[in-house]
C-alpha cells in the first residue's frame, strides 16, 4: 500500500475545465427546469360578506410540458382546478380530477367562464386589494412534481393587459 502523498497531486487545467463545464451544465439545467412553467396576470376575484366560494386566474406556460396537478390555498378549506364549458345549452362546471395538461410552449388561461382555480369554503372574505397565497403543483413530462408559492393579488376585474406579475415555477 502506497502512503498519501505529503503534498496533494495537482490535477491537469484540462480535467478542471471539464469539470467546472459540466457543473456548469448541471446548473444550467436545473435552473431551466425550475423554471419549466411560468404563471403570470394571476389574480383572484373579491367576495362579499358571506360568500364562501370564489375563482382565481392566471396564465401559465410551460416550456417542456406539464400538467397542474392541484392547487392550495390557506384561505380556503377546498381549492381544486376547475372547467366550466356549455353542454347544449347549459353551462357545466367541473372539478378535472386528473389536473389542467399544459402543452409544451403553449399558453393556457385560466379565466372566468373557462379553467380556473376554484376556492371554496372560504375561511374569511376575499377583500379588493389584499392578497391571497396559493401554492400550485404541477408535474413535469418526466413526472417529476414541484410547487410553487404565489401571492395573488384579489381584484373585482381581470387586470388590464400587461403582465401583472411573473413567477417562475420551482
Known amino acids: 500500500m502506497k502512503p ?20 456548469a451544465i448541471t446548473l444550467l439545467t436545473q435552473a431551466a ?3 419549466a412553467v411560468v404563471v403570470t ?14 375563482g382565481a386566474f392566471m396564465s401559465l ?22 372547467e366550466m364549458r356549455m353542454e347544449g345549452d347549459v353551462m357545466k362546471m367541473q372539478a378535472l380530477d386528473k ?17 380556473h382555480v376554484m376556492l371554496m369554503d372560504l375561511k374569511l ?17 418526466k413526472g417529476v412534481e414541484s410547487k410553487t408559492e ?6 373585482t376585474m381581470p387586470p388590464m393587459g400587461g403582465m401583472n406579475a411573473m413567477h417562475p415555477a420551482n
Open 99 to 115: 389536473g389542467l395538461e399544459l402543452p409544451a410552449g403553449k399558453t393556457v388561461e385560466l379565466k372566468p367562464g373557462g379553467y
Open 61 to 82: 406556460t410551460s416550456a417542456g410540458g406539464a400538467r397542474l396537478k392541484s392547487v392550495s390555498s390557506p384561505v380556503a378549506g377546498v381549492a381544486q382546478v376547475h
Open 41 to 54: 396576470n394571476a389574480w383572484a376575484r373579491a367576495t362579499v360578506q358571506g360568500q364562501m366560494a370564489s
Open 150 to 155: 404565489i401571492k395573488v393579488p384579489v381584484r
Open 125 to 141: 372574505p376575499l377583500k379588493k386589494d389584499s392578497s391571497i397565497p396559493l401554492t400550485l403543483v404541477f408535474v413535469d413530462a
Open 4 to 23: 498519501f502523498p505529503s503534498r496533494p497531486t495537482a490535477i491537469p487545467a484540462r480535467l478542471w475545465r471539464k469539470a467546472a463545464a459540466a457543473l
Open 33 to 35: 427546469l425550475a423554471q
